[in-house]
C-alpha cells in the first residue's frame, strides 16, 4: 500500500488548512502517517546538535533517532504538507522540520558539488490558506525548490484558500466554502 506522509505544520485548534488538508489527503489512495510538528520535540539546530549529525551522516549511521524525520520522508511515496499563511511563509515549526529532513545521504546526495534526490515520494501537495492574498509567496515557493532541487521530487502542486479572515470561514465549513486554487 502506498505510503502517504502527512505534515501538520498547523498551529490553531481550529485551523482551517489543517481542515481542507485532511479532505485533500483522504482523496489520495493509501496509508496516511501523521506528523504532528506540534507534538514533536522540533528545535533549530544547534551547534551541539548539528555536530552531533554530522558526525552520524559521516559515519553512515543512518538508522540513528536523530535522523528518524529524514528517514521517514525519504521512504513516504506521497507527501502531504499542511502549512498556515504566515508572515509570508509558514510557521517556523515546519522549518525546524525541514532542517531535520535536509540530511545529505538520506534525502539526498551532493556527489559532484551538486544535490541529487534520494526520496521516493513521486508528488509532494503544499496545502495553505492566507487571511489576506497571497501576494508573496514565499512558504510554497521554497518548499517546491527543496523538494525539485534537493530531494528529487519534480511534482509539486500546491492548494490555497485565501482571504479568508475577511469571510465567515471556519474549520467546518472551509471544504465547502472556501474558493481553492491550484498552483503548480
Ligand atoms: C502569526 C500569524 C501570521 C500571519 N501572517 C499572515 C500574512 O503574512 N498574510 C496573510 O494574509 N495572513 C496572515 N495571517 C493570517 C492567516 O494566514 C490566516 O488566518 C490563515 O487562514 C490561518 O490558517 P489556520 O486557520 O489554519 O490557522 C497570519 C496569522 C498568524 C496567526
Not at 23 to 47: D, F, H, M, S, Y
Not at 91 to 114: D, N
Not at 138 to 160: E, P, Q, S, W
Request: some cysteine; aromatic content about 10%; proline content about 4%.
Amino acid at each position: 500500500m502506498s505510503k502517504i506522509l502527512f505534515i501538520n505544520a498547523c498551529v490553531r485548534k481550529e485551523s482551517r488548512t489543517l481542515a481542507l488538508a485532511r479532505e485533500i489527503a483522504k482523496q489520495l489512495q493509501g496509508e496516511i502517517t501523521e506528523v504532528n510538528l506540534e507534538r514533536e520535540q522540533l528545535a533549530p539546530l544547534t551547534e551541539q546538535t548539528l555536530s552531533e549529525r554530522e558526525a552520524l551522516l559521516k559515519n553512515g549511521e543512518y538508522g540513528a533517532p536523530m535522523l528518524r524525520y529524514a528517514r521517514q520522508f525519504a521512504e513516504a511515496d506521497e507527501i502531504v504538507i499542511a502549512a498556515p499563511y504566515w508572515d509570508l511563509g509558514f510557521p517556523a515549526l515546519l522549518k525546524c522540520y525541514i532542517e531535520q529532513i535536509c540530511a545529505i545521504g538520506v534525502t539526498f546526495a551532493y556527489p559532484e558539488g551538486k544535490p541529487q534526490g534520494l526520496c521516493r515520494a513521486r508528488r509532494l501537495s503544499y496545502v495553505t490558506t492566507a487571511g489576506g492574498k497571497i501576494v508573496h509567496d514565499f512558504g510554497y515557493a521554497y518548499v517546491k525548490a527543496l523538494a525539485n532541487t534537493f530531494f528529487g521530487i519534480g511534482d509539486t502542486v500546491c492548494f490555497r484558500a485565501e482571504d479568508l479572515d475577511y469571510t465567515p470561514i471556519t474549520a467546518e465549513n472551509v471544504v465547502d466554502a472556501a474558493a481553492v486554487t491550484v498552483i503548480k
